[in-house]
């Protein structure tokens, strides 16, 4: 394989990095209204992502003290979106894991940005450009795996 010009990949990568901050703000704006932090959304998001967990190995994947998550954890826990059980393995140990209703919250901001991503996809580009588009994810996705 042929490496590509550094330099231009150098104007892509910041192309691609503005543009990137502008859809996702587009994004974050189709599901506002949210009070939840950053913090908060982001551990919820990894909860999601990884499973139920302990706030220990929370704090450790987030980069945060331990009493920072459970000031956040605990902001969750009273907004109804994390809640806490038993480890079967440790009973001193509590495992966090997401509510019924951040499930819900999760499910309808997807449907949300989704539905205007397909909504700006079909009034703004054409058939050929949507295919172009395709192509283009297969691209981002190889590269978020590198």
């Given at each position: 394989m042929v490496e590509a010009d550094p330099a231009r990949a150098a104007t892509v990568a910041h192309e691609l990095r503005v543009t990137l901050?502008?859809?996702?703000?587009?994004?974050?704006?189709q599901t506002e209204g949210s009070d939840l932090t950053k913090s908060q959304s982001s551990v919820l998001g990894r909860l999601e992502r990884d499973g139920p967990t302990t706030a220990t190995a929370l704090a450790r994947a987030e980069g945060v003290r331990q009493q920072s998550m459970a000031a956040i954890v605990a902001a969750?826990?009273?907004?109804?979106?994390?809640?806490?059980?038993?480890?079967p393995s440790d009973g001193r140990k509590?495992?966090?894991?997401?509510?019924?209703?951040?499930?819900?919250?999760?499910?309808?901001g997807r449907l949300a940005k989704e539905d205007w991503l397909t909504t700006a996809i079909t009034a703004t580009l054409s058939p050929?450009?949507?295919?172009?588009?395709?192509?283009?994810?297969k691209l981002l996705r190889r590269l978020a795996g590198s």
């Open positions: 901050g502008q859809v996702l703000r587009r994004l974050r704006a969750l826990v009273d907004a109804g979106l994390v809640a806490g059980s038993a480890d509590t495992i966090l894991g997401l509510t019924d209703e951040a499930r819900e919250q999760f499910r309808t050929a450009e949507l295919e172009q588009l395709a192509a283009s994810v």
